[in-house]
T-cell receptor, first 111, second 113 residues
């Protein structure tokens, strides 16, 4: 399968722990996006990369959220000191031009 | 900031009938893209149809078509000959250039057999 992949698919953590999610985009897609989707809502844009450059990060929800794409291929999203309000689905998408292709998401549950 | 509004939280249609999902948006830009995405239960988001704002012709993809009214900032999705597999959450989304997508809250589409 050559689609966008995300790992892990599910993560349960305790409040205050750090978590990291990985996204592997479609090969040769130079743009990579992160979104958060809470129950009953549409996805909310967080940040995006063009190759290894992070071109938009003002939408990250707080300074506890950070993302990297060190070699312009896969990306990681880290949440430090998790809170119960961080429980959500975290989606990754990649694109080369107009259309964004989404991965299956990582569902985070913070206890 | 741009916003996307979907005023129908849920719609129901009989199989083989036609249904229209509504979407309005607010932007001060003249060049942008609009999308409809489908999210089946517990499955990933997939693109249904795309419309470029500079194109006057409404986009069509098989049974799916849009009614794009730029002046009214309206972008509705028409699904013809509804099928059971069309049941899903449908999200309207806006994007300018390479920015991230701005989504509406979604419409839950139910297909009655």
């Amino acid at each position: 399968d050559t689609g966008v992949s995300q790992d892990p698919r599910h993560k349960i953590t305790k409040r205050g722990q750090n978590v990291t999610f990985r996204c592997d985009p479609i090969s040769e897609h130079n743009r990579l996006y992160w979104y958060r989707q809470t129950l009953g809502q549409g996805p909310e844009f967080l940040t995006y990369f063009q190759n290894e450059a992070q071109l938009e990060k003002s939408r990250l929800l707080s300074d506890r959220f950070s993302a990297e794409r060190p070699k312009g291929s896969f990306s990681t999203l880290e949440i430090q000191r998790t809170e119960q309000g961080d429980s959500a689905m975290y989606l990754c998408a990649s694109s080369v031009f107009r259309e964004q292709f989404f991965g299956p998401g990582t569902r985070l549950t913070v206890l | 900031a741009q916003t996307v509004t979907q005023s129908q939280p849920e719609m129901s249609v009989q199989e083989a009938e036609t249904v229209t999902l509504s979407c309005t948006y607010d932007t001060s830009e003249s060049d942008y893209y609009l999308f409809w995405y489908k999210q089946p239960p517990s499955r990933q988001m997939i693109l249904v149809i795309r419309q470029e704002a500079y194109k006057q012709q409404n986009a069509t993809e098989n049974r799916f078509s849009v009614n794009f009214q730029k002046a009214a900032k309206s972008f509705s999705l028409k699904i013809s000959d509804s099928q059971l597999g069309d049941a899903a959450m449908y999200f309207c989304a806006y994007r300018r250039e390479a920015d991230g997508l701005t989504f509406g809250k979604g419409t839950h589409l139910i297909i009655q057999p």
